[in-house]
């Protein structure tokens, strides 16, 4: 019996288009700007000004915070301006503005192809790396990586899981990773595991990418017989199935254990990251590349088969950009999504340009992602049985409606993990996961300050 | 026949006499001490429970105004000072006369002034449109026009203006509660004093864009070019972070700004027309 | 293009809707109508034509001109509702009675309540509850069918179903009777309850396109099952037995079709269990020892009125809370 989590999820149609798409290389174009927020946390702050010359990879933004990362430049060339530009969601971030020059990058990084096994020893000056190198979880929610690899005193990692499950309908980019950068991704396994005490390591990858699956587990398998440290690293297929990726329920899935609700995966002893975090690590520690590219898909189903790609891409390329190069945007699509179909955020501002994070650009028709109208709820419970974390998404729809805030916090709202599940399954069109994300704000904010006095 | 009807007589005034003394005894033994004071003042209040005072309802309120020394920190936006003379009468103290107050839309960005960028497909909410991205609009500071001031207001004195896609006050209905102002996730609405003759004179944007970002988004923006302030006699104009704020307590009516915004964004209300001096 | 929409993740949808869920609730009644139709013939046709033309009727009048909402018609609910209480009358009720169940189901039970998923009854029981209490002549004259196929096993019984044998003649009036027939031809009865067969088809496709869950109505059949086995083992004499008592009257027809609607049933697969055990409860203990020689639809509507409490007390086990 194949392992999943254990309680809900759906099945939405996979529509991996652009799986056999090759990683291409998508050209700089003469000016990018780059944000200083592309991670969770406090936003970095600025160290250039404008009129700077500034080399590819050099530091141009320092974390402001315990949670929060740095920020280099992906260009060579000159500081145009630094100051507040519209992202995705057309709210004003702080930009730095680059003119392009050349190629030119920071002296110490290693461009070569050549792969580096060997795994270094020294754990400070690892994670130091990493650090410096502003590398950040690329599953989605853009964590600082070295704050999950340095567990808080008194837990001890059990467990490092690669999350390769890509169960987000559309997205190929990891799945492009794992078959084409797969010693990478392992090493950078190896690194973590190394970093985080000896604890085994699980690539947990679902059953609708056998090669992927075959792509890893023969890296693994190469690399434990040819090279040293990788003992105790391998690869679990799962049963597809919707949010196989949210960490929790990868956690539930790989290890079967529960994290407490509130609770941080540590506290079971699991230590989740991102198959392409794991690339960036290797990057970072092994080749001293810091984050400035990362993957992203260009797909839907409206694009025609020669458009659909899967792009490396450095940050601050403005996303119209990246369509135009793609071959443009499809007559028929109403809505531009930056991210998987169920997380993603809708892009309101095709100026935006692009972060660490960025993972496609999926172009969804009317016919797909129009909501129809709502109608009553006919309790037909659909919501609460594809609810991953056991919730009951019709009475907290309901209690929210009513700012009943006591039964929502009784009701578990702040567990709510937003994957979406309960919208996409309302055969009523009920806009449930819209009214329950601000009522899980409410609730949280309600707790903290709660906690503060 | 005869003896039924007397017995069942007998048996229910029996039970009835039983059932009262044990209620009796109940309500006696569970007796909630309460200052009497407290159902005075909630008998003059308004009682529509709108939380505008701050306090979880009229009996809130009318418990915070016995507890409290003096009623400086209470006041009921709905009844106002009539209400309020009411209950320092109850309680016997005094009480400042505090100036009525009107719930103001700053946002002038209508379908034709500010153009649609975007389309908004989910719920309708400005808080849910809010936390999802700046509007659908290239301001991302002005109304979002889902109507959530409409929904929090008690006394129906917000709704939608269809053709300009903005809330509208019915200054005749609107109590100064400020639940409109707490749902605007914006802020885009703000209390002010009515004025003399409900005449007013305010900023009708609150865009902290610069000028140019401000001007390309809507027409009707301030750019926060500072004419205003400097025409003020009064000092009564701000302008920060490239918006201008007229304080209510300061300005003397006089209308100079008005005439001398660039692009309109100052409105003044209910001032009488002047009709055309005929030569 | 020139306006990008944005609204909230999620972006994409499933293509169920409350209208081809009931679609499906439709289609699995077919079964169950075909029969009904062929047995009892035209007037078994006119009984479903105006109970689901009123009841669809009478939906859209009243969400139109009384209620001023947007016409919920189209959701097929009252198509449902109308079968359903079509498929729980005898063949040979007068159109102005049905017209008066479609008033009391869609009117007083659905409307009242505020409609679709507002109703705390089962709009297709509470109609034929109300008939039977009012018009029992009407409701119990099982006159023998006499449809496009006539069968000499239905000549058995002029005038009585099954159960009614049972009620009143006791175990030995209903001996030799062939449960085979109860399964595939056809028992007295109203329509629905012709053929138990038929309805577990539309049972096996409600479970197949996910429609419902098999919890409540499992729960049901194996309640009558369990509680009648004990008693007929005690005293079959005296009792009927469980195969009898699963085929006969509604139970088929209300565990597959009527406890299973959602609104009026638990959310939670627990809730659905303690639903349909009571049901089978009340069910039984009704026919054993009650006035009335089927309890189904009293049992439903008694459980119905329980089901805000259930959902209080069950709630889904949640990820990360012991």
């Given at each position: 019996?194949?392992?999943?989590?254990?309680?809900?999820?759906?099945?939405?149609?996979?529509?991996?288009?652009?799986?056999?798409?090759?990683?291409?290389?998508?050209?700089?174009p003469?000016?990018?700007?780059?944000?200083?927020?592309q991670?969770?946390?406090?936003?970095?702050?600025?160290?250039?000004?404008?009129?700077?010359?500034v080399?590819?990879g050099?530091?141009?933004?320092?974390?402001?915070?315990?949670?929060?990362?740095?920020?280099?430049?992906?260009?060579s060339?000159?500081?145009?301006?630094?100051?507040?530009?519209?992202?995705?969601?057309?709210?004003?971030?702080?930009?730095?503005?680059?003119d392009?020059?050349g190629?030119?990058?920071?002296?110490?990084?290693?461009?070569?192809?050549?792969?580096?096994?060997?795994?270094p020893e020294?754990?400070?000056?690892?994670?130091?790396?990493?650090?410096?190198?502003g590398?950040?979880?690329?599953?989605?929610?853009?964590?600082p990586?070295?704050?999950?690899?340095?567990?808080?005193?008194?837990?001890?990692?059990?467990?490092?899981?690669?999350?390769?499950?890509?169960?987000?309908p559309?997205?190929?980019?990891d799945?492009?990773?794992?078959?084409?950068r797969?010693?990478?991704i392992?090493?950078?396994?190896?690194?973590?595991?190394?970093?985080?005490?000896?604890?085994?390591?699980?690539?947990?990858?679902?059953?609708?990418?056998?090669?992927?699956?075959?792509?890893?587990?023969?890296?693994?398998a190469?690399?434990?017989?040819?090279?040293?440290?990788?003992?105790?690293?391998?690869?679990?297929?799962?049963?597809?199935?919707?949010?196989?990726g949210?960490?929790?329920?990868?956690?539930?899935?790989?290890?079967?254990?529960?994290?407490?609700?509130?609770?941080?995966?540590?506290?079971?002893?699991a230590?989740?990251?991102?198959?392409?975090?794991?690339?960036a690590?290797?990057?970072?520690?092994?080749?001293n590349?810091?984050?400035?590219?990362?993957?992203?898909?260009?797909?839907?189903?409206?694009?025609?088969?020669?458009?659909?790609?899967?792009y490396?891409?450095?940050?601050?390329?403005?996303l119209?950009?990246?369509?135009?190069v793609a071959?443009?945007?499809?007559e028929?699509?109403?809505?531009i999504?930056s991210g998987g179909?169920?997380?993603g955020k809708?892009?309101?501002?095709?100026?935006?340009?692009?972060?660490?994070?960025?993972?496609?650009?999926?172009?969804?028709?009317?016919?797909?992602?129009?909501?129809?109208?709502?109608?009553?709820?006919?309790?037909?419970?659909?919501c609460a049985?594809?609810?991953?974390?056991?919730?009951?998404?019709?009475l907290?729809?309901?209690?929210?409606?009513?700012?009943?805030?006591?039964?929502?916090?009784?009701?578990?709202?702040?567990?709510?993990?937003?994957c979406g599940c309960?919208?996409?399954?309302?055969?009523?069109?009920?806009?449930?996961?819209?009214?329950?994300?601000?009522?899980?704000?409410?609730?949280?904010?309600i707790?903290?300050?709660?906690?503060?006095? | 026949?005869?003896?039924?009807i007397?017995?069942?007589?007998a048996?229910?005034?029996?039970?009835?006499?039983?059932?009262?003394?044990?209620?009796?005894?109940?309500?006696?033994?569970f007796?909630?001490?309460?200052?009497p004071?407290?159902?005075?003042?909630?008998k003059?209040?308004?009682?529509?429970?709108c939380?505008?005072?701050?306090?979880?309802?009229?009996?809130?309120?009318?418990?915070?105004?016995?507890q409290?020394?003096?009623?400086?920190?209470?006041?009921?936006?709905?009844?106002?000072?009539?209400?309020?003379?009411?209950?320092?009468?109850?309680?016997?103290?005094?009480?400042?006369?505090?100036?009525?107050?009107?719930?103001?839309?700053?946002?002038?960005?209508?379908c034709?002034?500010?153009p649609?960028?975007?389309?908004?497909?989910?719920?309708?909410s400005?808080?849910?449109?809010?936390?999802?991205?700046?509007?659908?609009?290239?301001?991302?500071?002005?109304?979002?026009?889902?109507?959530?001031?409409?929904?929090?207001?008690?006394?129906?004195?917000?709704?939608?203006?269809?053709?300009?896609?903005?809330?509208?006050?019915?200054?005749?209905?609107?109590?100064?509660?400020?639940a409109?102002?707490?749902a605007?996730?914006?802020?885009?609405?703000?209390?002010?004093?009515k004025?003399r003759?409900?005449?007013r004179?305010?900023?009708?944007?609150?865009?902290?864009?610069k000028?140019?970002?401000?001007?390309k988004?809507?027409?009707?923006?301030?750019?926060?070019?500072?004419?205003c302030?400097?025409?003020?006699?009064?000092?009564?104009?701000?302008?920060?972070?490239?918006?201008?704020?007229?304080d209510?307590?300061?300005?003397?009516?006089?209308?100079?700004?008005?005439?001398?915004?660039?692009?309109?964004?100052?409105?003044a209300?209910?001032?009488p027309?002047?009709?055309p001096?005929?030569? | 293009?020139?306006?990008?929409?944005?609204?909230?993740?999620?972006?994409l949808?499933?293509?169920?809707?409350?209208?081809?869920?009931?679609?499906?609730?439709?289609?699995?009644?077919i079964?169950?109508?075909?029969?009904?139709?062929?047995?009892?013939?035209?007037?078994?046709?006119?009984?479903l034509g105006?109970?689901v033309a009123?009841?669809?009727?009478?939906?859209?009048?009243i969400?139109?001109?009384?209620?001023?909402?947007?016409?919920t018609?189209?959701?097929?609910s009252a198509?449902?509702?109308?079968?359903?209480?079509?498929?729980?009358?005898?063949?040979?009720t007068?159109?102005?009675?049905?017209?008066?169940?479609a008033?009391?189901?869609?009117?007083?039970?659905?409307m009242?309540?505020g409609?679709?998923?507002?109703?705390?009854?089962?709009?297709?029981?509470?109609?034929?509850?109300?008939?039977?209490?009012?018009f029992?002549?009407?409701?119990?004259n099982?006159?023998?069918?006499?449809?496009?196929?006539?069968t000499?096993a239905?000549?058995?019984?002029?005038?009585?179903t099954?159960?009614?044998?049972?009620?009143?003649?006791?175990?030995?009036a209903?001996?030799?009777?062939?449960y085979?027939?109860?399964?595939?031809?056809?028992?007295?009865g109203?329509?629905?309850?012709?053929?138990?067969?038929?309805?577990l088809?539309?049972?096996?496709?409600l479970?197949?396109?996910?429609?419902?869950?098999?919890?409540?109505?499992?729960?049901?059949?194996a309640?009558?099952?369990?509680f009648s086995g004990?008693?007929?083992?005690?005293n079959?004499?005296?009792?009927?037995?469980?195969?009898?008592?699963l085929?006969?009257?509604?139970?088929?027809?209300g565990?597959?079709?009527?406890?299973?609607?959602?609104?009026?049933?638990?959310?939670?697969?627990?809730?659905?269990?303690?639903?349909?055990?009571?049901?089978?409860?009340i069910?039984?203990?009704?026919r054993?020892?009650?006035a009335?020689?089927?309890g189904?639809?009293?049992?439903?509507?008694?459980?119905?009125?329980?089901?805000?409490?259930?959902?209080k007390?069950?709630?889904?086990?949640?990820?990360?809370?012991?």
């Amino acid at each position: 019996m194949m392992k999943t989590f254990s309680i809900g999820g759906i099945h939405p149609n996979d529509s991996k288009i652009s799986k056999d798409c090759r990683i291409e290389v998508l050209p700089v174009p003469s000016k990018v700007y780059i944000s200083v927020a592309q991670h969770l946390g406090a936003p970095a702050t600025p160290i250039v000004k404008a009129g700077d010359q500034v080399k590819v990879g050099q530091v141009i933004a320092e974390p402001a915070g315990f949670i929060s990362a740095y920020v280099h430049s992906s260009v060579s060339g000159t500081v145009k301006s630094v100051g507040p530009r519209k992202d995705i969601a057309g709210n004003n971030v702080v930009h730095i503005e680059i003119d392009v020059e050349g190629d030119e990058w920071v002296e110490g990084v290693d461009l070569t192809d050549t792969i580096v096994t060997e795994i270094p020893e020294d754990d400070k000056a690892t994670l130091d790396k990493i650090k410096m190198c502003g590398v950040v979880g690329l599953g989605g929610a853009t964590f600082p990586a070295h704050v999950k690899l340095c567990p808080p005193p008194g837990n001890k990692a059990e467990c490092l899981i690669l999350n390769g499950a890509e169960c987000e309908p559309y997205l190929t980019s990891d799945y492009r990773i794992m078959l084409e950068r797969s010693k990478e991704i392992v090493i950078g396994a190896a690194i973590m595991k190394k970093v985080l005490g000896g604890c085994p390591a699980v690539i947990g990858i679902e059953e609708n990418k056998p090669e992927a699956i075959k792509a890893m587990s023969e890296a693994v398998a190469e690399l434990q017989k040819t090279a040293k440290g990788y003992e105790g690293i391998s690869v679990m297929s799962l049963k597809k199935k919707y949010p196989q990726g949210g960490e929790k329920q990868l956690i539930d899935a790989v290890m079967g254990r529960q994290v407490k609700s509130g609770g941080l995966p540590i506290s079971v002893g699991a230590v989740v990251q991102n198959v392409a975090t794991s690339l960036a690590v290797y990057e970072a520690v092994q080749k001293n590349i810091p984050l400035i590219t990362n993957v992203m898909t260009i797909t839907g189903d409206c694009l025609p088969m020669e458009n659909q790609h899967n792009y490396k891409f450095r940050i601050g390329m403005p996303l119209s950009y990246i369509a135009e190069v793609a071959g443009g945007i499809p007559e028929d699509a109403v809505k531009i999504v930056s991210g998987g179909p169920m997380m993603g955020k809708a892009i309101a501002n095709l100026d935006a340009t692009t972060v660490k994070g960025s993972s496609s650009l999926l172009y969804l028709t009317a016919e797909q992602t129009v909501r129809g109208v709502e109608s009553a709820c006919i309790r037909c419970g659909k919501c609460a049985e594809a609810c991953p974390m056991g919730l009951e998404p019709f009475l907290l729809n309901k209690y929210a409606r009513n700012n009943m805030m006591d039964e929502l916090e009784e009701n578990a709202v702040q567990d709510c993990i937003e994957c979406g599940c309960c919208l996409y399954s309302c055969p009523a069109n009920i806009p449930l996961l819209d009214i329950i994300r601000i009522a899980k704000g409410d609730v949280i904010r309600i707790i903290r300050g709660r906690g503060q006095r | 026949m005869t003896q039924t009807i007397i017995w069942t007589i007998a048996i229910l005034t029996i039970l009835g006499a039983l059932l009262a003394v044990v209620l009796y005894v109940v309500a006696e033994k569970f007796k909630v001490e309460e200052d009497p004071r407290i159902d005075e003042v909630e008998k003059v209040l308004p009682g529509a429970n709108c939380g505008g005072c701050g306090q979880a309802g009229c009996r809130a309120f009318a418990q915070h105004c016995v507890q409290s020394e003096s009623l400086d920190s209470c006041f009921c936006p709905v009844g106002g000072n009539d209400v309020m003379q009411k209950v320092a009468g109850v309680l016997g103290v005094e009480v400042a006369a505090k100036e009525p107050m009107v719930a103001v839309v700053r946002c002038n960005g209508t379908c034709e002034n500010r153009p649609r960028t975007n389309e908004y497909g989910g719920y309708q909410s400005c808080r849910v449109k809010a936390a999802l991205y700046s509007g659908d609009t290239g301001c991302s500071f002005g109304c979002l026009g889902c109507g959530d001031c409409v929904a929090a207001c008690q006394f129906g004195a917000i709704s939608m203006d269809p053709a300009t896609g903005l809330p509208v006050v019915d200054e005749e209905k609107c109590t100064a509660c400020g639940a409109c102002v707490k749902a605007c996730p914006k802020n885009v609405i703000e209390l002010r004093n009515k004025g003399r003759r409900n005449m007013r004179v305010y900023v009708s944007c609150i865009n902290k864009d610069k000028g140019a970002v401000a001007r390309k988004a809507c027409k009707a923006a301030c750019i926060g070019c500072g004419k205003c302030a400097k025409v003020c006699p009064f000092e009564a104009i701000t302008v920060e972070n490239n918006v201008a704020y007229i304080d209510f307590t300061k300005c003397k009516l006089c209308k100079k700004c008005v005439a001398e915004c660039p692009t309109a964004a100052i409105h003044a209300v209910n001032f009488p027309v002047i009709k055309p001096k005929e030569e | 293009m020139n306006k990008l929409l944005v609204s909230p993740s999620p972006h994409l949808h499933t293509k169920t809707s409350t209208k081809s869920l009931m679609r499906d609730v439709v289609i699995a009644m077919i079964p169950a109508v075909i029969v009904s139709v062929l047995f009892y013939g035209w007037a078994e046709l006119l009984v479903l034509g105006v109970s689901v033309a009123s009841c669809v009727l009478l939906e859209y009048l009243i969400t139109k001109y009384l209620l001023n909402k947007p016409c919920t018609v189209c959701d097929m609910s009252a198509v449902v509702t109308g079968i359903l209480l079509a498929l729980n009358l005898p063949a040979t009720t007068p159109w102005w009675v049905v017209f008066i169940g479609a008033v009391v189901a869609i009117g007083v039970a659905k409307m009242t309540f505020g409609g679709l998923g507002q109703n705390l009854f089962n709009p297709a029981i509470v109609g034929r509850v109300f008939l039977l209490i009012s018009f029992p002549t009407y409701m119990t004259n099982w006159a023998k069918p006499n449809g496009f196929i006539s069968t000499a096993a239905v000549d058995a019984f002029t005038g009585a179903t099954p159960l009614g044998l049972a009620k009143e003649g006791g175990v030995a009036a209903v001996e030799g009777l062939d449960y085979m027939d109860m399964l595939f031809c056809n028992i007295g009865g109203s329509a629905g309850e012709l053929s138990a067969l038929a309805i577990l088809v539309g049972f096996v496709y409600l479970l197949a396109r996910r429609v419902i869950k098999p919890y409540i109505t499992l729960s049901i059949l194996a309640t009558v099952a369990v509680f009648s086995g004990i008693f007929w083992a005690v005293n079959p004499a005296e009792f009927t037995g469980p195969v009898f008592n699963l085929l006969t009257g509604g139970v088929l027809l209300g565990a597959v079709f009527m406890a299973t609607d959602y609104v009026t049933s638990p959310m939670s697969n627990v809730g659905g269990i303690i639903f349909g055990v009571g049901i089978g409860l009340i069910t039984m203990l009704v026919r054993y020892f009650g006035a009335y020689p089927e309890g189904m639809s009293f049992a439903i509507l008694i459980m119905n009125a329980v089901v805000p409490l259930i959902n209080k007390w069950c709630h889904t086990k949640k990820f990360g809370r012991a």
